[in-house]
Structures are given as structure tokens and as C-alpha cells.
């Protein structure tokens, strides 16, 4: 839930544009620009062998011929050496997993019939298809003897028509019938309409077979099974409440006996419990949640209890950081884990009495668009960790280390592209908010070439969530503003993770609220060390950044221009009209929207569109149901009533996570930059 309540925004945009020229944007001609974003690659989903040997990982790139991520499986020596492809090129693969022995790697692999999980032999090289599914298959996970392999999958429940209808006569073009639904959650952003149906266990042995239903309750069983060293039971996380519909952030960790199905659950309390991670002599389960006090924020912490569920105890008291996927050492003695901290992060461990330490820093490059934090990390049994290697110079690339011990970077994935392209120096800033004193950090982002004794206009570019994070990671979104001549200011206020419970949770039930004054002193900081014209000031931001852009010139004509990329405009149709729906009511507000009018509109951007005078553009996916196009032309249709400079860009068949395809990234940031040229931006002269 945790993740839940605070990842509802971010992403970019897809239209059909002609790119410019780099030169239109850039006096450098080696300055990275819009060609750029389709020769990025990036590291994902590292996966360390048993014996820390070798490492095999996703390696995403971008088919400029189909506009689409492409994923391909690589291995590479834990040494750095022996670097080299181990799945088809001409098909997407993900999700490896070696085996306990470490002599095969299963993976999902796409097929002309769909996804399918395979398994290929290290040593030989040979490969099987084991399965022939009607759906994706996710969460792979071996059974400890090698011999079997657990999955999830979603399975369609019968339907049934609502109301009997006449047949159409053969050879006639009658209407397509009615769509009923009486599902809480009848669509999903990135889904669409979503078909009647649960997602379920399954395990196949891993030779091949007929893949065994284990659980069948109308539930969804999410996540990544975890087995017993015994091979007889698994354990995951899910929320199998009678009311799951409208509390789904209310799971526990159960127990599922293979023999019978029996599912028992292991946890009880009111709130997520995650994550579940079982130690290798099976006596102890790692797992990660909160108590829950429906507050927008709430950090999410590990605990461990006895295999029975029994003697449960927090083991991260003191880090007010969230935690997320424990992994047991192989000796049972620590449980390392992934966290955010001031942006960046982080992998560390803690022992079963509580004391931490930090295994690896640079986590992430996997965000590619915006700089938020990502990444994630895998555990061999020597306790070297293999994870995603970021900078603000390059994104995920695959890394390995261990505690007390310098990292080690692996690959190389962009030093062909960076090495022959300038991008801009990225620069910590921490500064007080005129509302309370607060501290707030963020990073400057100077052009290629940067001439101190120049004045650049300026771009603030904020972050979604609105519980969520930027950090010192690349990002293709903010270097193309900064190639095309501007200063970006980029920044976490108050709302954001990984800077601990009161700071993220300071704008429950009041956002956007004192974030505004936390982003303003953020302008006032970088004015203050000169280089920026303040008469050239623009700001732009994704989902919760939307927001807040379009609450900034509701309150201030300090910019130029502004772009509102998938805002919410009116929390109150947004309430109503939402993918999200009973979390944003329950977690976000003190209410329903008809018994809280009056907070729902004062939190609206709609609510003060009589304030604004800055030329504004909004940016949408025709198929957003996070955030939808109808937020967006509210205040696009009473800006144009209020006759101020407004455009609407309406992005057809785009999701609100409108970055999936390279064109979509490259399409955004040539219609900001565009917005801007056109008012008195870079370019303009």
C-alpha cells in the first residue's frame, strides 16, 4: 500500500511529430538532444548466480523502427569480463531467475502465441519453452530442489451475460452489445477495460508439463511466491479481505500448502504486509508494512516473525526509511534490503538484532525519463549483491559489491553515446523554505558549455507521486532542457520520500499546500547565485508536477509559460472518474467528495484558474485513467473562457505512462521546449 499511495504519478508523452534539428535547441553540436533518446540502453532486474559467478540481466534499448523498449537477456562474468547475449534478438526477454545449483536460468520470453516461460541450460545453451499459457506469466520462482518452478498468472473468471439479447440474423452488421461491469475496478491505466478475473499461483516442473493451479479463491495473488526449503509450502503477500475492493492496501503474508491448497495467513494487523522473504533453514520469514493509520504517506518497515506467524518483532526501528525486498543472507543471519535516502538509493542489511549497515550506494538509472529513484538488486549465497548502477551521467548500468568492499561496475552500456555527447553538469542544492524554515534539497542542471558569465532562462521541473522522489540519477527529459539552453532546477519538497516520515507525510490532507513555498525558495536559491534571467522563468511537471504546475500559475506570474503534464485540475471529478479511486478517497482526503466539498475544490487548481495569466499548455493520454483527459480539458476550456494563452495536446492511445515509447519521451520535450521557444524561451531570439 505504501507503494500504492504514493506512486499515482509520472510518466511523458507520445504524438507523431517531426523532430528538430539538434541545432535548433543547442549551440553544441555534440549535445545530447532528441535523436539521443533512441540510442539510450539501460541495465535492468540483475540477477546474481548462486555462486556470485556471473550475473545475468535485462538489457533494454530502443527499436527506433517500431518506437518500443525492446529487452534482451546478457550475462556477464562477475569480474566484468565474458560479456555476451544469451537470448534471441528478435525477442523480448525478462524476468531471469537462476536455479539453486545455478546450472539453468528460466525467463519469460515472448512467443507468436504470447509470453512463455523458458528455461536454458548454462553449460550447453540449449533451451526449452515449458509452457503454453492465455496470459503473461510473472513472479517466477524455483523450487529449492530445481525440480519445480512457481508462478503467477491471471485467469479469467466466467462470464455471463447480463441481459438476454436476440440473436443477429447471419450475415448482419448489428452493434456491438452493452459493456456491463459491477466491478469496483472496471479499468486500469496502462490496462484498459479490465476483464472479470483473478490472478493466481501456478507451479510447472521445471522440465516441462502442465502447469498446477494452486490457489483459486477471487482474490489476486500479485507478487513472487516464495518457497520453503522443504519444497511443501509457498509464501506471498495478498489481500484476501471480504472488502479487498475498497481496502486493497490491507494484505497479509500467507502460507500456502501445496499438498492440500490450504492458505493460512500469517500476519492480521489493519495495513500491507509484504515483501515476504524466507530464510534459508526455514524457520524465520522476513517481511516489510506498516501499521496503518490511513495518512497519505507511512513508511514501510521490516519485520520478522517465526515460520508459524508467531513472535513477530521490527527489526528497523530508528530508519525512517521504507524498506523493500529483504533477501536473507545465506546463513540466515542478516537480511539485506533496498531503500531511498535523500534521494538516492540504497542497498543495506540489517542483522536479526537490528544492527544496519550500507552495501552499496548508486542505485537506480532505470527511471531513463524523469530523475526519480529505481533500481533493484539480487543476492548470491557468498553475500555479493549484483544491482543497477546509476549516475546523473549514465543510466542503469550493472554493478556488483559487497559489505566492506568497494563496488564494482560491470558494463558499459552508454559510453559509446556519452563519450561523443556533452550533457549538462548536475549540481546539489539545499536551501530553506520561506514557510517554516525547512530544509529542501534539490539539483541544478547547468546547459553543456556552461558560460558563468551568461544569463540562461530557467526551467523548474517537478516531480509526481506525489509521494515520490528525484535524486542524483540521469534523466533524458531534464539534459534535453538543459541542451537546449536552459538551466533546470529540479527539487524534492515537502511530500516527497526518502527524507522520513514527518517530511513525507507533511502535506497529508494539504496538497498541494506549503510545497508550493518549498518550490518558490527553490527559483529564489538558484536566482540568488546568478547565471539565470528571472524574466525568463518557466516551470513544467508530470501527474502530481502537473499539479502543482497548474496550482503555481494559479498563485504566481513569475514564469514566462508553463506546461501541465497530466494534472489533476479538480479533485473532486478526479475522485469520481479515477483508476485509483478508493485509495486516492481514503488515503488522500478526509472523505467522500460530497461530504468534503470544500476541501476537495480548495485543493483544486480549477479553484483559482481566475488568478492565472500565464501562457499555459496541457499535456494528456487520450487513454490516461490516472489522471484523466477530462482533468486536463476542465482547465484548458476556463482558461480559454478566461481568454489566457492556452493549448491543449491530446495524445492518442497514450496511458499516464506515456514514456514507455522513445518517440513518446522525445515528443514531450520537443513540445515543452516548443511552449517555450514560442515565449521568449531558449531558441526564441
Not at 539510450?40 to 534499448?61: C, H, K, M, N, W
Not at 569480463?81 to 528460466?106: L, M, Y
Not at 540568488?528 to 499539479?547: A, K, M, N
Request: aromatic share 10%; net charge negative; glycine share 10%.
Amino acid at each position: 500500500m505504501a507503494r500504492l499511495t504514493r506512486l499515482l504519478f509520472c510518466a511523458v508523452l507520445g504524438v507523431a511529430i517531426a523532430l528538430p534539428a539538434q541545432a535548433q535547441y543547442a549551440q553544441d553540436s555534440l549535445a545530447f538532444d532528441l535523436e539521443h533518446v533512441f540510442e539510450l540502453e539501460y541495465a535492468s532486474d540483475p540477477q546474481i548466480a548462486p555462486s556470485g559467478e556471473q550475473v545475468v540481466y535485462a538489457r533494454t534499448s530502443m527499436d527506433k523502427m517500431k518506437d518500443r523498449r525492446v529487452s534482451r537477456l546478457w550475462l556477464v562474468g562477475a569480474d566484468g569480463e565474458s560479456h555476451r547475449p544469451i537470448t534471441d534478438p528478435n525477442v523480448n526477454a525478462s524476468q531471469p531467475r537462476w536455479s539453486p545449483s545455478g546450472d539453468r536460468v528460466a525467463y519469460v520470453a515472448s512467443t507468436e502465441e504470447g509470453a512463455e516461460i523458458f528455461v536454458r541450460w548454462m553449460e550447453t545453451g540449449e533451451t526449452a519453452r515449458l509452457t503454453q499459457l492465455e496470459a503473461s506469466p510473472n513472479g517466477l520462482s524455483w523450487g529449492p530442489e530445481g525440480e519445480r518452478l512457481a508462478f503467477t498468472l491471471f485467469v479469467d473468471a466466467p462470464e455471463e451475460p447480463f441481459a438476454d439479447m436476440p440473436r443477429p440474423p447471419e450475415g448482419s452488421d448489428w452493434a456491438e452489445r452493452p459493456d456491463y461491469t459491477d466491478q469496483v475496478y472496471y479499468r486500469s491505466d496502462g490496462g484498459g477495460d479490465q476483464e472479470e478475473g483473478y490472478t493466481q499461483v501456478f507451479t510447472i516442473p521445471a522440465t516441462g508439463g502442465t502447469p498446477r493451479q494452486i490457489t483459486s479463491a477471487p482474490y489476486n495473488h500479485d507478487g513472487t511466491p516464495q518457497w520453503t526449503p522443504d519444497g511443501e509450502t509457498l509464501l506471498l503477500s495478498a489481500n484476501r479481505h471480504e472488502d479487498w475492493r475498497l481496502d486493497p492496501g490491507n494484505s497479509e503474508a500467507y502460507a500456502i500448502d501445496l499438498d492440500s491448497k490450504s492458505v493460512t495467513a500469517l500476519t492480521s494487523r489493519e495495513g500491507p504486509d509484504g515483501d515476504v522473504a524466507v530464510s534459508p533453514d526455514g524457520n524465520r520469514v522476513a517481511y516489510t508494512g506498516f501499521d496503518d493509520r490511513e495518512q497519505g504517506y507511512q513508511v514501510t518497515k521490516l519485520y520478522v516473525m517465526n515460520r508459524d506467524g508467531q513472535n513477530k518483532r521490527l527489526l528497523t526501528e530508528g530508519l525512517d526509511r521504507d524498506v523493500q525486498d529483504p533477501m536473507f543472507t545465506a546463513d540466515g543471519e542478516r537480511i539485506v534490503f533496498q531503500y531511498d535516502d535523500e534521494g538516492e538509493t540504497k542497498i543495506g542489511s540489517v542483522t536479526l538484532e537490528g544492527e544496519r549497515s550500507v552495501v552499496a550506494e548508486r542505485v537506480g538509472g532505470t527511471s531513463i525519463g524523469r530523475p526519480y529513484t529505481s533500481g533493484s538488486f539480487s543476492l548470491a549465497t557468498n553475500g555479493q549483491v549484483a544491482y543497477t548502477h546509476g549516475t546523473t551521467e549514465r543510466p542503469a548500468d550493472v554493478a556488483v559489491a559487497r559489505a566492506g568492499q568497494a563496488p564494482q561496475v560491470l558494463t558499459s552500456l552508454n559510453d559509446d553515446l556519452f563519450d561523443e555527447t556533452a550533457i549538462g553538469e548536475v549540481e546539489e542544492i539545499t536551501y530553506e523554505s520561506s514557510h517554516d524554515g525547512r530544509t529542501i534539497e534539490g539539483w541544478i542542471v547547468k546547459p553543456p558549455n556552461f558560460d558563468p558569465s551568461a544569463d540562461y532562462p530557467m526551467v523548474l521541473e517537478i516531480h509526481g507521486g506525489p509521494f515520490a522522489a528525484y535524486g542524483p540519477h540521469f534523466s533524458a527529459e531534464v539534459q534535453l532542457y538543459a541542451s537546449a539552453g536552459y538551466v533546470v532546477l529540479y527539487t524534492n519538497p515537502r511530500g516527497s520520500t526518502s527524507y522520513g516520515q514527518d517530511f513525507g507525510n507533511a502535506i497529508h490532507h494539504d496538497y498541494p499546500g506549503h510545497d508550493y513555498d518549498d518550490l518558490m525558495s527553490g527559483v529564489d536559491a538558484v536566482l540568488e547565485r546568478g547565471h539565470v534571467d528571472e524574466d525568463r522563468l518557466y516551470v513544467t511537471g508530470g501527474s502530481g508536477g502537473g499539479v502543482l504546475t497548474a496550482w503555481i500559475v494559479g498563485h504566481t506570474d513569475r514564469f514566462r509559460a508553463a506546461v501541465a503534464a497530466k494534472p489533476v485540475i479538480n479533485w473532486y471529478s478526479w475522485a469520481l472518474t479515477a483508476d485509483m479511486y478508493p485509495t486516492g478517497v481514503k488515503y488522500w482526503f478526509p472523505g467522500a467528495p460530497w461530504n468534503h466539498r470544500d476541501h476537495y475544490m480548495d485543493r483544486s487548481p480549477l479553484s483559482y484558474v481566475d488568478n492565472v495569466t500565464t501562457p499555459t499548455m496541457l499535456l494528456t493520454g487520450t487513454e490516461d485513467y490516472r489522471t484523466p483527459m477530462s482533468e486536463s480539458e476542465q482547465f484548458y476550456q476556463a482558461l480559454k473562457l478566461r481568454e489566457v494563452d492556452a493549448a491543449l495536446v491530446r495524445v492518442p492511445g497514450a496511458s499516464h505512462g506515456i514514456a514507455a515509447r522513445p518517440s513518446h519521451l522525445a515528443a514531450k520535450a520537443a513540445h515543452v521546449l516548443e511552449w517555450f521557444k514560442r515565449h521568449g524561451g531558449a531558441g526564441s531570439e
